[in-house]
Structure formats: C-alpha cells, structure tokens
T-cell receptor, first 113, second 114 residues
Framework: LAKTTQPISMDSYEGQEVNITCSHN???????ITWYQQFPSQGPRFIIQ???TKVTNEVASLFIPADRKSSTLSLPRVSLSDTAVYYC??????????????FGQGTTLQVKP | NAGVTQTPKFQVLKTGQSMTLQCAQD?????MSWYRQDPGMGLRLIHY???????DQGEVPNGYNVSRSTTEDFPLRLLSAAPSQTSVYFC?????????????FGPGTRLLVL
C-alpha cells in the first residue's frame, strides 16, 4: 500500500476554508484515495473518496491532480465541531482480497472561535 | 441495524492474563479488521479478515490472535497481556464491492494492562 504523508497539525478559525494536503508519491494505478475523520474517543468516520480530478459531497471536496501523487481535502467554512483528526489513506479497494487499510498519523485540525 | 458493536467498552487486565475482545456486525460485511490506537497516535492494523475462515496479519500482529468462524463475528484474543498492549482497540467492517466508503468502525474498547 502507498505510504502517505500529511501535516501533523493545522489551526484554523471558524468560517474559514481549510485545505489539508496529503502526499502519496508511490500511489498505484488501481489505488483510490480516502479520507477519514476521527473525534476524540470515537472510531474514524468516512468523509470522502476519489480516484482522480474532483469529488464533492455534502461534507467536503477532494482535489486530485492528474499525476495523483497528492490530494487535498477541502473543508468549507469550518466550525468548532470540525476539530478532529483527519486521515488520508490510499489503497486498491477494488481487489477482492484486500482488507487492509493502513492509517498514518493523520492531521490534527484545531478550529478556534 | 446495530452496526459494529464491541465489548467490553473498558477492561483492566494484569500482566500475563488473557482475554478476548468481541466484535460483531450485522451488516453482512465480508471485510473486518482490528486496529489499536495509542495516545496521540494514528491507528495501526493488527489483523484483518476478507471473509469467514480467512484471516491475515496487519502491521502489528504479535501478541494477538484472531479467528473468523462466521461473517458476523471477529474476536481478537490477547494471549498473554503486556503493559505495551494498553491501548484503545477499534474493530471495523466494510462490504464487498468496488467502493469502501461505507466502512464502519465500532466505538472502541479501552484496555489497560497493569
């Protein structure tokens, strides 16, 4: 599985847009990019997933450049409740034999009032 | 659906004791996994299973055993607890198919080994 690199921490203020970038230089052709959110004392929760270009849902947007060696999670107008740890994962989710999900250290986002 | 359930929520063990952490899901998911999370750290994969009767090792399998006799259950057994196994343990499951966006995590089991 491709290794990912993210900033350890980020600070933001309420109402701002937050962009968290993840590097995955060794991403394979069949790998997808998935982001998870984790609040203290809870298990991670799926946010968004993509393969290339741009994906948007009600929570976030995911930008993936053509070379796919990085991706950016964009959170619009964050609130205090968005304070959490954000994990970027890459892996071949299409394979019927792949159960592995390898998490890195994640990015701790602190939203301030 | 109850989703992914884990028991117990909290457990204290003495060094050398054994115990089993229970994980169950009622969503008929093929894939199940166990992770541990140490304070201030990310999740590390212990073992995973791609279906009943099939298990494989993750990043940190030593000291843990798993079995998958049914689709619903994926227990994690600590053979001889050590203080280094003090952690929060999360179980997760996801369905088959091309997308994994519906992966679910349980609430976690906090384990303290004295």
């Amino acid at each position: 599985l491709a290794k990912t690199t993210q900033p350890i921490s980020m600070d933001s203020y309420e109402g701002q847009e937050v962009n968290i970038t993840c590097s995955h230089n060794n991403i394979a052709t069949n790998d997808y990019i998935t982001w998870y959110q984790q609040f203290p004392s809870q298990g991670p929760r799926f946010i968004i997933q993509g393969y290339k270009t741009k994906v948007t849902n009600e929570v976030a947007s995911l930008f993936i450049p053509a070379d796919r060696k990085s991706s950016t999670l964009s959170l619009p107008r964050v609130s205090l409740s968005d304070t959490a740890v954000y994990y970027c994962l890459v892996g071949d989710i299409r394979s019927g034999n792949t159960g592995k999900l390898i998490f890195g250290q994640g990015t701790t986002l602190q939203v301030k009032p | 659906n109850a989703g992914v359930t884990q028991t117990p929520k909290f457990q204290v063990l003495k060094t050398g004791q054994s115990m089993t952490l229970q994980c169950a899901q009622d969503m008929n998911h093929e894939y199940m996994s166990w992770y541990r999370q140490d304070p201030g750290m990310g999740l590390r994969l212990i073992h995973y299973s791609v279906g009943a009767g099939i298990t494989d090792q993750g990043e940190v399998p030593n000291g843990y055993n798993v079995s998958r006799s049914t689709t619903e259950d994926f227990p994690l057994r600590l053979l001889s607890a050590a203080p280094s196994q003090t952690s929060v343990y999360f179980c997760a499951s996801r369905p088959t198919g091309p997308r994994q966006e519906t992966q679910y995590f349980g609430p976690g089991t906090r384990l303290l080994v004295l």
